[in-house]
């Protein structure tokens, strides 16, 4: 079992920065891929990025190519998401994801855990 809690989402301007947690329990979180994935209001839930349980591989969404990063610290059990440059269109419900899936995959099917996600609010 793998529990997450996220963190860091708020209210920011556009062409603003915020840097979102994920804090994992369990001692097999550096044996997980990690993903976030976002949900706007009326709309589905949508892969943002992805890293390898080791941290080699990254993968994101052609959305935020550029502008997010996603990176892990598994002495910390804890996943990243630097956000630079946001958007309008980048506000909505961030999720951090737990799953044995390669990185590339990013359907939320192939990931088995999920927090309870945070907002984030982009102001024009």
């Known amino acids: 079992q793998v529990q997450l809690v996220e963190s860091g989402g708020g209210l920011v301007q556009a062409g603003g920065s915020l840097r979102l947690s994920c804090a994992a329990s369990g001692r097999t979180f550096s044996s997980y891929t990690m993903g976030w994935f976002r949900q706007a209001p009326g709309k589905e839930r949508d892969f943002v990025a992805a890293?390898?349980?080791?941290?080699?591989?990254?993968y994101y969404g052609d959305s935020v190519k550029g502008r997010f990063t996603i990176s892990r610290d598994n002495a910390k059990n804890t996943v990243y998401l630097q956000m630079n440059s946001l958007k309008p269109e980048d506000t909505a419900v961030y999720y951090c994801?737990?799953?044995?899936?390669?990185?590339?995959?990013?359907?939320?099917?192939?990931?088995?855990?999920w927090g309870q996600g945070t907002q984030v609010t982009v102001s024009s």
């Open positions: 994801a737990a799953g044995r899936s390669p990185v590339g995959a990013t359907h939320e099917y192939r990931y088995d855990y």
């Open positions: 890293i390898s349980w080791s941290g080699g591989r990254t």
